[in-house]
């Protein structure tokens, strides 16, 4: 039997049908309470067991035939839903065709008996040992809703609004809490919600968990109230209390980092795993979560001590190569599954290594296996157990007729060779038969795939066409754009170069019609002065952009200290009439405007006069600052020379002595 713990946390309820019919008045019901060790046994009426399952909430009610509690499917859905969240219902003979009760109960070991109270009691065992289906009409999905808890409706004016505006403001404060309340359980969830006059009429929350797992209560407070229920399924569905452990082959690769492949007994990769932290019991349960492991297999020789003693625990066969699998061997191998990295890739190789070597094995065993056996059980006993196939199912047809005591004992007769002859044709026609609408219905399914991607392919192609339509038109335009743009930057250019001489045109103009008033009527003897604010590159540059400096042009420095040799050279290459300064310039940009024959006076000596943007200043003071400049560069010069003769006469000097 496969039981739990001798205790159960909580209780679990056997039902059968002691009298009556539940489509009659009064169905009466045999019930079997069972906590893991003792069983509470009581008659009671249907009423009474709903009662009892809403005051004692057990985690299963369990029975044999489920409309044994319900008289159709939709009154089967109306109690699902009236159960406390917490209880499941199961039916332990199975799914859409269940098996006998006594057959089921022979199985796994339980007591039976034809007596309602003894199935009933068998049906509790069972379910608690994890036996059976949950049936079940809801989703694992739940939708919370909270909403107005009454009516916003009054008798109108500012008070109602009021009114309304706190009853919307406390829907909005408690969707916020449940929000968060949420979120605190790491839950997922969709949220939509009303919105009207002072906050939400409602706000629904559609969340990934069943209402047990959500820390949220059911109720009306106040203003609020808030409904919890769980979404429908369209119609009823069966889960097993456990899930399925198919058989497996795995493959290991030990190591600082371990690497775990699982394999099908058909050859799909099911799951990879490596781990830098996992010990072996977090590694063996971790494949136990996935199979049975039939084979557990290594891709060196000998196989690793690890690999071993995970292969002793689930006492399954090992597998190991006459030589450790190349590396170009693993690749070839593992070129069409998906791993991270080379650990992983190391396990693939060895568990499909070993599926290559067992899967001619495998097919045997399974032709052999007649359909109302489970394969990989009989593969599992004949390649880990060294069992033949005839023994296997001799014992499991031996295990399955045990059950089936519903009547009188009898001696069945010895058959005779032409008989069992018969009989083992029939079963493997009825095994070739089976095997053959399998094949069919896998034809079916490729030929429904096949148009599926020939649908799929013809759509894909007119996307591809309309595609390439969109990108030859979108090519085209981006072509035609970069023209306009160009074109667009060329008049702007023109635009730019038009508005630079209209501005040195107003400039002229401004020049030529200023009123100042201590020029005499003609306004002769003017000359411009254009005016620079520092003596630097840059604000060179600027007058030249602006109003253009040009050759024997009167320039006025606001500040001519600071400048080096390339600004001095800069302005010296426009060849300016004289350059006024304010300041002192540098010795070095004096000596280049000196070089270059630039005259360079203060601005003291020259009365200049400003109107907006442009200065004017006499003809005459310019003139003499100029001849100033002259005399003091005709004495420099002087100055100059003189020092170089002296210079020469030392150096001469010099020179004669050393020979002396």
């Known amino acids: 039997m496969n039981g739990r713990t001798e205790a159960l946390d909580t209780v679990v309820f056997g039902v059968d049908i002691q009298s009556g019919d539940v489509r009659g008045d009064a169905p009466s019901y045999a019930l079997a309470a069972f906590d893991g060790e003792t069983i509470d046994r009581d008659v009671v009426s249907y009423r009474k067991l709903r009662r009892r399952i809403d005051s004692e909430v057990p985690a299963i009610v369990a029975t044999d035939n489920m409309y044994e509690l319900a008289e159709d499917k939709d009154a089967l859905v ?43 009691e068998a049906a509790a065992r069972l379910a608690a040992a994890n036996v059976g289906q949950e049936v079940t009409a809801f989703t694992d999905r739940t939708e919370v809703k909270v909403a107005r808890g009454r009516s916003t409706g009054g008798g109108g004016g500012w008070s109602e609004d009021r009114y309304t505006r706190r009853i919307h403001g406390s829907v909005k404060r408690r969707a916020r809490e449940v929000e968060s309340e949420l979120d605190a359980a790491g839950l997922e969830y969709d949220r939509d919600v009303t919105e009207k006059y002072g906050g939400f009429s409602n706000a629904i929350f559609t969340v990934e968990a069943r209402p047990q ?14 409904e919890i229920e769980r979404k429908r399924r369209d119609g009823i569905e069966f889960r097993p209390l456990v899930k399925r452990r198919d058989h497996v082959l795995v493959g290991i690769d030990p190591g600082t980092t371990t690497a775990v492949a699982v394999v099908g ?68 191998r593992t070129r069409e599954t998906g791993w991270d990295n080379d650990h992983e890739r190391d396990a693939l190789a060895a568990a499909l290594a070993a599926y290559d070597d067992h899967e001619d094995q495998f097919e045997r065993v399974a032709a052999k296996v007649p359909p109302q056996h489970e394969v990989g059980e009989v593969v599992a006993r004949v390649v880990a157990g060294e069992e033949s196939v005839e023994s296997v199912l001799d014992d499991l047809s031996e295990d399955d007729s045990g059950g089936d005591d519903d009547e009188t004992e009898h001696t069945e007769r010895e058959l005779t060779e032409e008989e069992k002859q018969i009989k083992r044709l029939k079963a493997r026609v009825e095994r070739l038969e089976g095997h053959v609408d399998d094949l069919k219905e896998t034809v079916a399914e490729k030929d429904e795939r096949l148009r599926e991607y020939e649908a ?49 045109l107003k400039a002229l103009w401004k020049l030529d019609h200023s009123n100042f008033a201590d020029v005499s009527e003609k306004k002769a003897g003017l000359v411009p002065v254009k005016v620079v604010e520092q003596f630097t590159t840059d604000a060179i540059e600027a007058a030249e952009e602006s109003f253009g400096l040009a050759e024997d042009d009167v320039i006025m420095l606001r500040d001519a200290s600071g400048a ?95 020979r002396a």
């Open 78 to 120: 109306h109690f699902l839903g009236s159960l406390p969240d917490e209880t499941k219902l199961v039916q332990v003979t199975g799914a859409e065709q269940p098996e006998p009760l006594s057959r089921v109960a022979s199985r796994h070991g339980v007591p039976y008996g034809k007596d309602p109270m003894k199935e009933a």
């Open 213 to 226: 797992d959500i820390p949220v209560s059911r109720g009306r407070n106040g203003d609020v109230r808030v």
């Open 265 to 332: 007994l058909d050859g799909e990769v099911l799951d990879v795993l490596s781990t830098r932290t996992a010990d072996t019991a977090a590694v063996i349960e971790w494949i136990i979560e996935r199979g049975r492991p039939v084979v557990v297999a290594a891709d060196v020789t000998p196989m690793p001590e690890t690999v071993e003693k995970i292969r002793r625990s689930f006492d399954a066969a090992g597998w190991e190569p006459e030589r450790d699998l190349p590396v170009d061997t693993k690749k070839h």
């Open 456 to 504: 799929e392919l013809s759509e894909a192609k007119r996307e591809e066409r309309r595609e390439a339509r969109e990108r030859r038109e979108v090519t085209r335009l981006e072509r035609e754009n970069n023209r306009l743009e160009r074109k667009v930057d060329q008049k702007a250019e023109r635009v730019e170069e038009l508005e630079g001489k209209l501005e040195r």
């Open 564 to 658: 080096g040799r390339s600004t001095a050279q800069r302005l010296a290459d426009v060849e300016p009439k004289v350059v006024l300064r304010n300041g002192g310039l540098s010795d070095v940009a004096d000596r280049i405007l000196f070089e270059h024959n630039i005259p360079v006076a203060p601005a003291e000596m020259v009365t200049v006069q400003e109107v907006d943007e442009l200065a004017v200043a006499r003809e005459s003071e310019v003139e003499d600052a100029v001849e100033d400049w002259e005399e003091r560069a005709a004495e420099r010069e002087r100055q100059r020379s003189a020092e170089m003769v002296d210079q020469l006469i030392s150096e001469h000097r010099a020179s004669e002595g050393d």
